[in-house]
């Protein structure tokens, strides 16, 4: 990640170009999560909302992490590293592939055969999916942003333009999980054809031979990129495991309001997030000591600049809801309450200072604790208090989680 940071942001100044591309996927998320609220009744959104977390969390066990490692090669042109890295990343998608096996078996003896269908269909899409995704990694590593951008964009669009239309006709929640990803696939698939990406990646490894300091190189990329997926399962985790736990405690329609009442503060949270690349290469020209000196600072001015947002959210957000989501009029106190998480968004400021400054165990530490706290506060919330437990715990967490990453911070 710190690679492909500095690559867009310190060498090639394509601020403007990403920041694009990003809102243009946080917008296709946000209409379908409208379509979705108005076209489909609460139950099978919220086994759907099930079902995405749980084929997310499993498809992440593969080696993710490889991309990181993919654009750290190419970036030093150690192009040997692509053949190790394709073939890898097809090898990893089997231990998924045999955790999805066993959970539809277990769905299918119990005679769920939507669960069963969507964890198992839908694992096979996603791997899929990600395994096209690597040629975005190399687009990164060369320099090729432009048609990064084009991968990027088809993987947010795919699902809106063909998923949308199906909402009309189709309620069955496996189906539109099966169809999420693979319109996803296809979108990505179809842009990699476009563009000849697997010819002209064939071309570049061809012309480099693996050598014995490259094979060296190759072994130190392929731990990197081990470490790499360890934190990416771990962030899988902490994204999903919420909707899991509601799930289990509180049922399908709980889910559904539940995902609906936090939905466009996350939203909202992920824009702002977009500004970490352009913090991170700020934060990487300053001594640790020197950006710790002023991050405090920071981080109060980011605080106050929310205010604005905050209000304004709270205001706006009952009358939103009855326009917009009339089927989720008791999800506005919920939403209210959830919307304090925006305060969180100025974690931005110290998580870029400190992938910027410090070592792997902060990250660790960050993610383990981030995860944990959203498992005990949702699911002891939840488990006592319902739905506004739930909520409670969530944003709680998430508060928690941005004073830990500021006091890790500025220890760094």
């Known amino acids: 990640m710190h690679y492909l940071v500095h690559k867009l942001y310190t060498e090639r100044g394509n601020l403007f170009s990403i920041f694009s591309t990003s809102m243009i996927g946080i917008f296709a998320s946000f209409f379908l999560m409208l379509a979705f609220a108005n076209l489909i009744d609460q139950a099978t959104l919220g086994i759907y909302q099930y079902l995405i977390a749980t084929v997310s969390i499993i498809a992440s066990i593969s080696l993710t992490g490889i991309n990181s490692a993919i654009i750290r090669a190419t970036s030093k042109r150690q192009f040997s590293f692509l053949t190790i890295a394709l073939r890898y990343a097809i090898y990893s998608a089997i231990f998924p ?100 990406t697997k010819k002209q990646i064939a071309a570049l490894t061809s012309q480099h031979q693996s050598t014995f300091d490259e094979s060296k190189n190759n072994k130190k990329n392929l731990w990197f990129s081990f470490h790499q997926s360890i934190v990416a399962v771990m962030n899988t985790a902490a ?60 981080f109060v001015l980011g605080l106050i600049a929310i205010i604005p947002f905050f209000l304004c959210y709270i205001l706006i957000a009952p009358h939103f809801f009855r326009l917009f989501l009339p089927q989720y009029i008791e999800a506005i106190p919920l939403t209210i309450m959830y919307s304090a998480t925006l305060f969180a968004s100025v974690a931005v400021i110290p998580y870029s200072k400190m992938k910027a400054h410090s070592k792997d165990a902060p990250f660790y530490i960050f993610t383990i604790l981030f995860m944990f706290l959203k498992i005990i506060f949702i699911g002891l919330g939840a488990f006592h208090f319902g739905l506004e437990g739930a909520i409670v715990g969530a944003t709680l967490a998430t508060l928690l989680s941005t004073l830990n990453v500021f006091l890790l911070a500025k220890k760094m």
């Open 239 to 298: 994204s999903h495991l919420d909707r899991i736990i509601v799930f289990q405690l509180l049922g399908p329609a709980a889910t559904a309001i539940y995902f609906i009442s936090m939905s466009i503060p996350d939203r909202l949270r992920n824009i702002l997030k977009q500004f970490e690349p352009y913090l991170f290469s700020k934060f990487s020209k300053y001594t640790p000591e020197a950006a710790a000196s002023t991050l405090g600072l920071k």
């Open 97 to 196: 592939l045999v955790i999805a096996l066993i959970a539809a078996s277990y769905y299918t003896f119990n005679g769920n055969f939507i669960f069963a269908g969507g964890i198992l269909f839908g694992t096979i899409a996603l791997l899929l999916l990600q395994i096209q995704l690597r040629y975005n990694a190399i687009y990164v590593g060369i320099e090729e942003f432009k048609r990064s951008n084009y991968l990027l964009k088809a993987s947010a669009l795919g699902p809106l333009l063909i998923l949308l239309p199906a909402l009309f006709f189709l309620n069955n929640p496996a189906i539109l999980v099966i169809l999420y990803f693979t319109s996803s696939l296809l979108g990505v698939s179809l842009v990699l054809f476009v563009l000849k």
